[in-house]
């Protein structure tokens, strides 16, 4: 129904940047919420960042606490694909990274890409 491709993982020293990219095809539904959310070994799935579609009037774009002044998410409404620019990275910030799309309109539903991975040496 819908497809999500995730690009742009892989290892960075302490300090670098990664940009992630994320690309949705498919039956998407316009007004949507596309966000990254990211996955620690031994810790729970938490939201990264996240950016409404379209709707300007709606525009909302929201950020963990760890990441805020690091981190820019940012979409083309138009091409349904959403990026992560990450500087500064840090060690702590190694994880597993998916891209999500999820109906306003339709709450119970979300689609998931297969994640990427993230490592950050130190």
């Known amino acids: 129904q819908v497809q999500l491709v995730e690009s742009g993982g892989g290892f960075v020293q302490a300090g670098g940047s990664l940009r992630l990219s994320c690309a949705a095809s498919?039956?998407?539904?316009?007004?949507?919420?596309m966000g990254w959310y990211r996955q620690a070994p031994g810790k729970q799935r938490e939201l990264v960042a996240s950016?409404?579609?379209?709707?300007?009037?709606?525009?909302?774009?929201n950020y963990a606490d760890s990441v805020k002044g690091r981190f820019t998410i940012s979409r083309d409404n138009t091409k349904n694909t959403v990026n992560l620019q990450m500087n500064s990275l840090k060690p702590e910030d190694t994880a597993v990274y998916y891209c999500?799309?999820?109906?306003?309109?339709?709450?119970?539903?979300?689609?998931w890409g297969q994640g990427t991975q993230v490592t950050v040496s130190s």
């Open positions: 999500n799309l999820r109906p306003v309109l339709m709450p119970t539903q979300s689609w």
């Open positions: 498919g039956s998407i539904v316009s007004f949507n919420v």
């Open positions: 950016i409404t579609s379209r709707d300007q009037t709606n525009y909302h774009t």
